[in-house]
């Protein structure tokens, strides 16, 4: 269910996968998006499961509302409203504050700088990486004292070059501001490597230390993608600061509210904006 990640002492980190849960065809089954057609009390069972497996509080988790920006935004907390306003990076200094963000075929990237007790989670797909929301997150973190020197990244399963199909104008688009993100796929046509995009970007921020998962999100199964599936549920990735508080994981449910893209959320952004597969456009939005 769970892919951890070491991102330093006292630092908390992992990805979920797609096995585990409770959902049903095509969310099959621990689809953790709350805007994309499940059912809500699904959604919350295995925001709980993920939750337990990786040893955090639901009650104590952000969700973002995310839009294909480059906003982030502090929290210290959960609430009732969620996170103000439609950011896709969030940045706490608060142990025992879990912060996810949610994909299926854009990159969840983590952040960590033990010494300074910051932490921070952004999501970066096409429009995200080329408007800069993983340096602008390394920004804000290095405003609450960390040190980019310091800081260790995960960039996690995404769409890889070889799979992630998009117009030849669209990918000049991207290159022209990422230039590593300029691909090939493996049929000869335009591509985007948007993890190789990201880890460029955490370079030139002076982020050396750097673990990227390889795996595809189009080419395995035991991960949700939109390009591969179209209608489908989210996965997640997690960081946090760990504390010595009691674990209250299974006695907890989700406490955040339609704001940030939980169940009932209705709001929608712009989506990938690319062509899957042959030539069906990306619509739908990845977000929450």
């Keep these: 269910m769970i892919t951890t990640v070491a991102l330093g002492d006292g630092v908390g980190a992992g990805f979920t996968g797609r ?28 925001r709980r499961r993920a939750a337990a497996a990786l040893g955090v509080d639901p009650a104590r988790t952000v969700w973002m509302r995310q839009v294909h920006g480059a906003d982030v935004a502090q929290v210290t907390g959960p609430s009732a409203g969620g996170v103000p306003g439609a950011v896709d990076a969030v940045v706490t200094t608060v142990p025992g504050l879990a912060l996810a ?33 993983v340096p602008a997150l390394v920004e804000r973190m290095r405003a609450l004292g960390a040190d980019p ?9 995404a769409a890889c070059g070889g799979c992630y199909e998009v117009p030849a104008a669209m990918r000049d688009d991207v290159a022209a501001v990422v230039p590593a993100a300029y691909a090939v796929t493996s049929k000869g046509t335009p591509g985007l490597d948007i993890r190789a995009g990201i880890a460029a970007q955490l370079a030139a921020a002076g982020v050396t230390d750097v673990r990227t998962d390889p795996r595809c999100t189009i080419e395995t199964p035991e991960l949700f993608s939109y390009r591969r599936d179209g209608r ?44 899957r597969g042959g030539g069906r456009d990306d619509a739908s939005w990845e977000g929450r």
């Design 232 to 275: 489908t549920g989210r996965f997640a990735g997690y960081v946090w600061l760990q504390d010595d508080e009691p674990d209250t994981t299974d006695a907890h449910g989700d406490a955040h509210g339609d704001a940030h893209g939980g169940p009932h959320s209705g709001a929608r952004g712009d989506g990938h904006g690319g062509v």
């Design 149 to 157: 020197a310091r800081m260790t990244a995960a960039i996690g399963p």
């Design 101 to 133: 963000v949610l994909v299926a075929d854009c990159a969840p990237v983590l952040l960590a700088d033990p010494a300074a007790g910051v932490v921070g989670a952004a999501h970066s797909g096409r429009p995200g990486t080329a408007a800069g929301v």
């Design 19 to 46: 096995a585990g849960g409770v959902s049903t065809a095509p969310y099959d089954s621990l689809n953790l998006g709350g805007a994309v057609g499940d059912d809500d009390a699904a959604v919350r069972a295995n």
